[in-house]
Structures are given as C-alpha cells and as structure tokens.
C-alpha cells in the first residue's frame, strides 16, 4: 500500500461510469462517502432508511456537485424482507453493480428485535449485509473490478460470537452485542473473501473500519452510560465523518486494495489517521468461525449465494 500515510480523498481515481451502493448513505460515514464519490464522478445508489433524509443529502451532494448522479432507495436493513424488496429494485434498474459499500449500522440501543425476531444489531449490521450481498452478487460479478466493503470497527477485536444466544434472550449486554455484529461484519468480510478466490470470481472482498469516528451513530440509538461515554465524554477525540470515510474510501477504490486486506486509521490504537492495512483479530479470520458464521447466516436470512467463476 503506498503513500497511506498522506492518501485522502482527492487522490480517489475517477470514478465516471461506475455504480455504486452506500448502505447508510444520508449522515455520518455513509454520507461523506457518498460525497466523496460523487466527486469523483461515481452514480451513487444511496441505500436509507428515511426516504427524506435521503433526499435531504442527495440535495446537499449536488450542490457541491452540480451534476451528481444519485439515486435515492429506501432499505430497513434490519427488516428481510425489505431488504429483498430493495434488491429486486435495484436488479431491475441496473445489469451491473461496481462497488457495494455495507456501511450501514446501529449501536448499543435496548433490547430490540427485527421484524423477523432477530436481535436488531445482529439484523441490520450483519443479516441485512449479508443478505444484501448475496442477492446482488452477480450484478457485482458483471464489472471487470467490483469490490464488496464492509466496515467492521475496532470493537471488533474485544468480541464473541455468542452462537448459543444470537438474539441477546438470555444475556444482553448493549455494547457486547454491537460488539458482535462487528465482529460479524470482520468474520464474514473474510469468508467472503475466501469463497470468491476458490470461485476464481474476480470481485474483491475488503474490509474497513474508521476508528473513533464522530457520527450520529454514538448518540441515537445508545442510551445510559454507552451514550454519555462515546456520544459526549470521549467525542473531543475523534475525528470527522470525512476522515473517518477514508479507510473505506480506500478499500473501495485504490487500485491496490486487495480482497481479503482490512484498511483502517494509522494512528495510536487505530483511532484516527490516514488509512493503512491493518491485522484482523484472530477470531476474524478463523476458518471454523468463519464457515459456522456463514452457515448460521444462510439459514436466518434464506440467501444462498451462487458464486460465478470470472469469464476467459
């Protein structure tokens, strides 16, 4: 990786021609990296939640980018069969899918289930990714260089999976269970990766994570002492949304981001900084866990994934 130390956006390659996918794309992370792209020329499809607050940013997008080609679709990622129905309209707009970005994300709220009873972190940071991926995988196998990036977080390193209690039934724990569905994000990245390369398919699977980031992720769903700690305690130490997006800024577009490499911020404890490589936790790239993880996902979503080798 050269130059990661001084990389930011403006060294983004063009980007004109290219359709990409940003989960979450309307604040934080998923909306400076929507700027960024359309900056550079990309048709960003912009996955939300709240359609107006899609549209609010895509607004705010083309202002500074008189010109940006956005496409504004809502997704409850936590909901699966919203995220089917999302899919199918994508798959009728678009014959091809050059980048998706799983950037999408909720943090440490009470004890809630998603419409089909599972915990609603494990849902929309991981299930609703996986599903997703899934069901536009040959879209992504159509382009001569699609990438898969899914952003994990640091948190990643201090988790488990808790495969006898997914759902937080019996123990929930706000943080632990944000804690897992990075670690989810982190474990399936990397499968996803191997499963690609014994395919011979061409698309890359990379990881990212943005440090210490200051978002709305932090303060909107957390409550109690998770929320007066990363909401307000410890928000002078991080860094912007822009900053932030440059890890995976990085694994979606530098021409050496490899499949199966996880970029992340350089500095202390990989908190901030311009994006490096970084080393997953060992749990991340465990074979075991990884195929349990995978199985488990098939079974909870209904998504098998056809993998399509890369045409001579």
């Known amino acids: ?9 403006e060294q983004i390659p063009d980007q004109t021609g290219r359709v990409f996918l940003v989960t979450g794309a309307n604040s934080g992370l998923g909306l400076a990296t929507t700027r960024a792209l359309a900056g550079k020329g990309a048709h960003v499809i912009l996955a939300v939640r709240d359609e107006g607050n899609g549209r609010r940013a895509a607004a705010e997008i083309t202002a500074a980018h008189p010109g940006a080609r956005l496409d504004v679709r809502q997704v409850d990622l936590a909901d699966l069969e919203s995220v089917r129905a999302f899919a199918a309209g994508v798959r009728a707009d678009h014959a091809r899918l050059d980048v998706l970005i799983n950037n999408a994300g909720v943090m440490a709220p009470p004890r809630t289930l998603s419409p089909q009873g599972h915990e609603v972190q494990f849902a929309a940071n991981h299930l609703g990714h996986f599903a997703l991926t899934g069901l536009l995988l040959d879209l992504l196998e159509a382009g001569p260089d699609s990438r898969v990036v899914t952003v994990s977080s640091p948190n990643h390193r201090q988790a488990s999976l808790f495969f006898d209690d997914l759902s937080g039934e ?12 990075k670690l989810a994000n982190a474990v399936f990245g990397m499968e996803l990766h191997r499963r690609l390369t014994a395919a011979g398919s061409r698309v890359r699977s990379v990881l990212a994570h943005p440090g210490y980031t200051a978002t709305n992720l932090q303060t909107s769903s957390p409550v109690g002492m998770v929320k007066f700690l990363f909401g307000r305690l410890l928000l002078p130490l991080a860094q912007s949304p822009d900053r932030g997006a440059l890890p995976q800024l990085y694994a979606a577009t530098a021409p050496d981001a490899e499949s199966g490499q996880f970029m992340g911020p350089d500095g202390m404890a990989e908190l901030r900084g311009a994006p490096k490589r970084v080393t997953p936790a060992p749990r991340a790239t465990d074979l075991t866990t990884g195929s349990r993880l995978w199985d488990v996902s098939e079974e909870l979503t209904g998504v098998r994934y056809a993998f399509r080798a890369a045409a001579a």
């Open 170 to 181: 019996r123990t929930y724990a706000p943080m632990a269970y944000y804690n897992q569905s």
């Open 1 to 9: 990786m050269s130059n990661e130390r001084s990389w930011n956006a």
